[in-house]
């Protein structure tokens, strides 16, 4: 489905599809199939950044020598993350889905099949 002829709320809703928590007010307003799929696509991954930055905390915790690597992982991971979703966003825009791999998978739980 592409993105001419949709709704007027369908690009503010795809914008907040990725923005953390936020996303699950674009699953609850929207009846769009495609905004539903792409807000629990950016809150899984979401949910799998916060997944392994609390990994890597609590490796940093427990391994205090490599604290200076823990500030640098979690730099990296940030930058990884809000990369993934800009990306996503702007194929959103465009109509299509950025399958993410391992995470996207992962979203025909949450949404029923057609």
């Known amino acids: 489905m592409n993105a001419e002829g949709s709704s007027p709320t369908r690009p503010p809703l795809l914008l907040l599809a990725y923005i953390p928590i936020l996303g699950l007010l674009a699953?609850?307003?929207?009846r769009d199939r495609e905004v539903r799929w792409n807000a629990v696509n950016g809150q899984v991954l979401?949910?799998?950044?916060?997944?392994?930055?609390?990994?890597?905390?609590l490796i940093g915790v427990m391994a205090p020598s490599l604290t200076c690597?823990?500030?640098v992982g979690m730099a990296i991971l940030a930058l990884l993350y809000v990369s993934i979703a800009l990306l996503a966003v702007?194929?959103?825009l465009r109509g299509g889905r950025l399958m993410i791999p391992g995470i996207?998978?992962?979203v025909r739980r949450f949404i029923p099949a057609e």
């Open 27 to 30: 699953v609850a307003w929207s």
């Open 46 to 57: 979401f949910g799998a950044t916060a997944a392994v930055g609390l990994a890597a905390t």
């Open 69 to 71: 690597l823990y500030a």
């Open 104 to 106: 996207s998978n992962h």
């Open 90 to 92: 702007v194929t959103a």
